[in-house]
């Protein structure tokens, strides 16, 4: 586990808020890869646990987050290709590619505003997101070949609408669909669409 990623669990565990008001709350959803990544992935899905202190009609909420998800390769091997320089020659080089995992788990702060005063009502939000990846690959071509375990680490933001709605004074139920934005250029393929439906549970 990548030394980052275990501070930020760290840190989050010792945040959740165990007081009289505080929520927990469990989503589940679909994980829809995009550019890059969506070529080479299907989409999948994904599960994510949230922590928060206040109350249940609160219009502004704020939460801690952490969530999981696993994808699948579309294509048993992708072929590909490159250009070899050798002796003031270029010569087109073949090449395949084969994927066999990409896991990923994210740790992120969740501010959320409810737009009317009522107990239904759309919602608007903005995650800032950490992202832990872990993936198995192989590369076969002139210059390359062998099987790799890699991993990386990226912060997105999350960009969100939804809707809440409180059942009683103990539960709410919500949803939402977001786009994940990777703020590094050469990580950007890690972007993803998300759309989740979730239950939370108000301690009294």
Do not use: C
């Amino acid at each position: 586990m990548p030394k980052k990623l275990k501070i930020s669990l760290l840190l989050l565990t010792l945040a959740l808020p165990w007081g009289a008001h505080a929520q927990i709350g469990i989503s589940a959803g679909l994980i829809k890869p995009s550019l890059q990544y969506g070529f080479v992935f299907k989409p999948t899905t994904g599960l994510e646990l949230s922590f928060a202190n206040g109350d249940i009609d609160s219009r502004f909420k704020t939460k801690l987050s952490l969530g999981y998800y696993s994808l699948t390769p579309r294509f048993d091997t992708l072929h590909n290709g490159g250009l070899f320089h050798q002796y003031n020659t270029t010569t087109f080089t073949p090449g395949t590619e084969i994927w066999k995992s990409f896991k990923a788990i994210t740790v992120g702060f969740q501010f959320e505003f409810k737009v009317l005063d009522k107990p239904l009502s759309p919602t608007l939000g903005l995650d800032v997101v950490y992202q832990a990846n872990s993936y198995k690959y192989e590369i076969h071509n002139k210059i390359e070949d062998g099987n790799y375990e890699m991993s990386s680490n990226a912060i997105g933001l999350t960009p969100r609408i939804g809707f809440s709605y409180e059942l009683n004074d103990a539960w709410l139920i919500s949803g939402m669909v977001g786009k994940n934005l990777v703020m590094d250029w050469e990580l950007a393929g890690y972007s993803y669409w998300k759309s989740m439906v979730g239950v939370t549970y108000y301690f009294n």
